[in-house]
């Protein structure tokens, strides 16, 4: 009787879907606030604000049935965001993306988290080094800022999911670039383990508003689509967001270890 309950509750964690502690925040960009969090770890949906004109369009949409759209400088979303929705010292940020232009140095996704007016930061742009790479940029206002550069050659009009990880402990930073496929492009993953950037972690991030920004913060002009952003709290969430890549309600995110994409087939999802 026991080895029967114990295989009951085996299929059923098998089966149903659950959700990731070290997940803190999420977007389906399906609307124009996130009304997708994790509830069961004490969040609420969290209302954007516009600037510029940045747009929920179906053109943008790389899963689902839309995607943010941003086609000029200062053009972004912003959300509230407090010390729950960033962790600073070691975390990850994913996203699905797509550009028509790059341009050096432009702010593709930026993710805010200020101390007073010293510009505390961490960030994913453009390359201000080599064109078609992202950078992750971590920023205290009060040192100077030290970046990743993810060497993966990106190329227009290619879909990708993009995944950032850090862990300042350890020195540890990473990128990871997928196709639309699910498969590493050419010099993906790659990582830094050497570089020392615990100096550059934002000192403090507490509530801010406005703090997550997703779009052309600054920069020039650039046309791209973004969709499905995950973040978490710890280095090790990225094989998991991985794997719950293409889902389309927080509902369906699932525990993995075969690095297959969850639930796709019972949310009616083909891509």
């Not at 929705?85 to 050096?104: E, K, L, P």
């Not at 010099?187 to 830094?192: L, T, V």
């Not at 508003?209 to 689509?225: K, N, P, R, W």
């Not at 978490?232 to 719950?244: E, F, K, L, M, R």
Request: proline letters at 3%.
């Amino acid at each position: 009787m026991m080895l029967r309950l114990v295989l009951i509750l085996l299929c059923w964690f098998a089966i149903v879907p659950m959700a990731d502690a070290g997940v803190t925040f999420f977007w389906t960009a399906e609307a124009v606030d996130q009304t997708e969090p994790p509830d069961e770890n004490g969040y609420t949906d969290l209302t954007s604000t516009a600037t510029g004109v940045p747009a929920i369009s179906a053109t943008a949409a790389l899963i689902g049935s839309n995607g943010v759209l941003i086609n000029a400088s200062a053009e972004f979303y912003a959300f509230n965001s407090d010390s729950t929705n960033m962790s600073v010292s070691a975390g990850t940020i994913a996203f699905w993306f797509r550009y028509q232009t790059f341009t050096d140095s432009a702010g593709i996704l930026r993710l805010l988290s200020y101390s007073g007016t010293t510009g505390e930061r961490i960030s994913v742009v453009a390359s201000t080094a080599t064109s078609n790479h992202l950078q992750l940029m971590h920023r205290n206002g009060g040192v100077g800022t030290s970046t990743f550069n993810c060497t993966p050659t990106l190329s227009a009009n290619t879909t990708y999911f993009i995944i950032f990880e850090w862990d300042s402990s350890q020195n540890d930073r990473r990128c990871e670039v997928y196709d639309s496929g699910g498969s590493h492009i050419s010099g993906s993953p790659a990582e830094d383990l050497s570089t020392s950037f615990s100096a550059n972690v934002p000192a403090t991030s507490y509530p801010v508003t406005d703090g997550l920004i997703f779009g052309e913060y600054v920069g020039s002009a650039m046309q791209y689509y973004l969709d499905n952003i995950f973040i978490a709290s710890t280095y090790a969430d990225g094989t998991t967001i991985y794997c719950n890549r293409s889902i389309t309600s927080y509902a369906s995110y699932a525990a993995c270890s075969s690095g297959t994409v969850r639930n796709l087939m019972m949310m009616g999802v083909g891509q």
